[in-house]
């Protein structure tokens, strides 16, 4: 709990800062709308409230590859990675409050474990798909759109700068509201606190059970633009190559390795010594 509440600590300045930059429902010169209307429309009726302050959630729909088109330093835009971290910890806070109350014989490491199958980047992609924030996404010119609008990344991060949007023009009873409209009454949550998605831990669990020395991950490529980079990772031991992944996160694409080398470790021990025939 202590990294949710560091993050927690620096709402109050990031609100602040944000409600600086964030007044008003145009740019600074008029020119053009904030949002355009299908985009307001859409976010209203999912929200259920007017988006009064429609800088904040442009900027939670607009992806980091609109930065690498921009030139030069005046109007610079702002890609919704901040916004991503403050709905991140909205999210911490209020998962982690729906399950202290469902799960009241739960100790803090299962609740822990329970919050992070549930707010995960496979999960919040669905969620984002299901509320078609991808076809809503501001993006570069240069970058591949129609990739983008589907990339798991993308609508993980869309969906939580959503939620830090809502939280700095609605506050936590907004936000509340949303995720409990779009994530909590959608979802059986006692089926997800079930499934094992965590396969590195299911990994180390293995190789201390095994007396042997932990996973070693290792990134052998990336590839891609800047802002569309895959990366490719090999989990091993003892020199055994167990798994690969190729994810836009390294932390996914070690999940993905993990996942892969546990498939393999529940047919065969490599690092059981063979037998005298």
């Not at 990344?153 to 509201?177: H, M, N, P, T």
Request: net charge negative.
């Amino acid at each position: 709990m202590a990294h949710l509440w560091q993050k927690l600590m620096s709402l109050p300045f990031l609100r602040s800062e944000a409600s600086e930059e964030a007044s008003g429902s145009s740019d600074v010169n008029g020119s053009e709308p904030l949002l355009d209307p299908p985009t307001a429309e859409h976010l209203e009726r999912l929200t259920g409230h007017p988006c009064n302050r429609r800088l904040i959630y442009r900027t939670a729909l607009t992806h980091r590859s609109v930065l690498f088109d921009h030139q030069g330093d005046n109007g610079k835009p702002e890609s919704n990675q901040r916004l991503e971290f403050l709905g991140d910890a909205v999210l911490d806070l209020l998962i982690s409050e729906h399950l202290f109350k469902l799960f009241p014989e739960s100790d803090e490491g299962h609740l822990s474990n329970n919050r992070a199958k549930i707010v995960n980047r496979k999960s919040l992609a669905s969620f984002a798909h299901e509320l078609q924030l991808g076809e809503h996404l501001i993006i570069g010119d240069s970058a591949d759109k129609q990739k983008i609008r589907i990339s798991e990344s993308a609508l993980a991060d869309a969906f939580e700068a959503l939620v830090g949007a809502i939280y700095l023009d609605q506050g936590l009873a907004g936000a509340e509201r949303f995720i409990m409209e779009h994530v909590i009454d959608r979802v059986n949550l006692s089926k997800i606190v079930e499934a094992e998605y965590n396969y590195k831990s299911r990994l180390i669990e293995y190789t201390q059970s095994h007396q042997l020395p932990p996973p070693l991950y290792t990134v052998i490529a990336e590839e891609g633009a800047e802002h569309e980079k895959n990366f490719t990772l090999e989990v091993s031991c003892k020199g055994v190559i167990l798994g690969r992944g190729t994810a836009s996160r390294k932390k996914d694409a070690e999940q993905l390795a993990a996942k892969e080398a546990m498939a393999m470790l529940e047919i065969e021990n490599p690092f059981s010594p063979p037998t005298e025939s």
